[in-house]
């Protein structure tokens, strides 16, 4: 029998990093989770046990936190790219890196009317996301945001879907919309104004969301997605995820009262799940 290894990846991942750039009259956090992965030419720490070109992942979490201390780490894309790059340049026998990165939300906490330079608070669950790929011929940007819980209360229904012996659900024409927004976008290029385009595309993603007349999830997701890529021309493609976080109408007929989409309860299981993906042709 004929046993090949057909692929091979290795590196460190939950590198968690603070930043703290120290300005004249403020102080400014990052924190960001990093993760590391190298292709190349690993076949003989695997089938002799030869680490020779096996550079260790805790050499790869110690050079994120020293690239971190010189980076002024403004976008998780610049840093990611520069750890991708020092990592493919000192090392022949990496073919591919892979940089992922996600980063928490901090913001300054609000004292007598004004941000305080020096205190911060948790600003939601929110994350922001980048990947970079690099290998000596291409480089590629992907950017993102998960866990953005968004809401609306109206303009969202569901009816007239396919119908059989198990079906329970009754058509609506007026729901609250609920979902956890994961997105994440392809850039065609990697030399670019990541915190002006992150900022665009989030805020037309909201918008779309906000403003679109929903017929489904399915139905706004690519009303969100169609209207990115007509805004921003750097995005190639984009992925989204909405979860539909269920609200549920309470009947309160048992107690002689009315409810014109009024009372709801929330549940978080089981949930559907709907996932789409657009792009240029």
Not at 32 to 61: M, R, Y
Not at 95 to 117: F, N, S, T, Y
Not at 173 to 198: P, S
């Amino acid at each position: 029998m004929n046993i090949q290894l057909s692929s091979t990846s290795y590196g460190k991942s939950a590198v968690r990093v603070m930043k703290l750039n120290k300005h004249a009259n403020w102080h400014e956090i990052k924190e960001v989770d990093i993760c590391t992965l190298f292709e190349g030419a690993f076949e003989e720490a695997h089938t002799d046990g030869d680490n020779s070109n096996v550079l260790p992942t805790d050499t790869q979490k110690n050079t994120v936190y020293a690239l971190a201390k010189d980076h002024p780490l403004q976008t998780i894309e610049d840093f990611g790219l520069h750890l991708a790059k020092h990592f493919l340049d000192g090392n022949p026998q990496i073919h591919k890196v892979r940089i992922e990165l996600l980063q928490k939300q901090w913001a300054q906490i609000m004292d007598d009317g004004k941000p305080h330079p020096k205190a911060y608070q948790r600003a939601g669950n929110e994350k922001w996301t980048a990947v970079i790929e690099m290998t000596a011929d291409k480089t590629t940007v992907q950017s993102g945001i998960s866990d953005l819980l968004i809401l609306k209360t109206t303009d969202s229904g569901f009816s007239n879907f396919k119908r059989d012996e198990f079906t329970t659900l009754k058509d609506t024409e007026d729901r609250i919309f609920a979902t956890n927004l994961a997105a994440h976008w392809h850039y065609v290029g990697t030399d670019l104004d990541f915190v002006t385009l992150r900022k665009t595309i989030q805020s037309t993603l909201l918008s779309a969301f906000a403003n679109h007349k929903s017929l489904s999830v399915q139905h706004t997701l690519y009303a969100m997605g169609k209207q990115v890529l007509e805004t921003v021309e750097q995005v190639q493609k984009i992925d989204i995820d909405m979860p539909n976080k269920h609200h549920l109408l309470v009947n309160l007929e048992p107690f002689n009262l009315p409810n014109h989409n009024e009372i709801f309860v929330v549940t978080d299981e089981p949930y559907g799940v709907i996932r789409g993906a657009l792009e240029r042709s």
